[in-house]
């Protein structure tokens, strides 16, 4: 089992960068694929961006491609997302999530483990 805990969301405004932090409990990170998630108010969650076990493979959903960068560093059993040009549409709760399968896939029944979430509010 695996316990996640977000970090680093907050208020910017429109154009501007935020990182968010994932990090993961237990000594076994490096077997899952990680994905980031966000769900807007009123509004079903949606993926953002996933990464393999060894982080060598990435994925992104078309809102934040070239925008958005996931990384991970199994040394620090973190995961990251950097966040740049934000936009308002960004705003939302941003989950990050465990999947013991590696699949790195966009569908979050795939993901075993979630975090807590942490807002991100982007004003224009």
């Known amino acids: 089992q695996v316990q996640l805990v977000e970090s680093g969301g907050g208020l910017v405004q429109a154009g501007e960068s935020l990182r968010l932090s994932c990090a993961a409990s237990g000594r076994t990170f490096s077997r899952y694929a990680m994905g980031w998630f966000r769900q807007a108010q009123g509004k079903e969650r949606e993926f953002v961006a996933a990464i393999s076990r060894s982080g060598g493979s990435d994925y992104y959903a078309d809102p934040v491609k070239g925008r958005f960068t996931i990384s991970r560093d199994n040394g620090k059993n973190t995961v990251y997302l950097q966040m740049n040009s934000l936009k308002p549409e960004d705003t939302a709760v941003y989950y990050c999530?465990?999947?013991?399968?590696?699949?790195?896939?966009?569908?979050?029944?795939?993901?075993?483990?979630w975090g807590q979430g942490t807002q991100v509010t982007v004003s224009s």
């Open positions: 999530a465990a999947d013991y399968r590696g699949l790195s896939s966009p569908n979050s029944r795939e993901y075993e483990y």
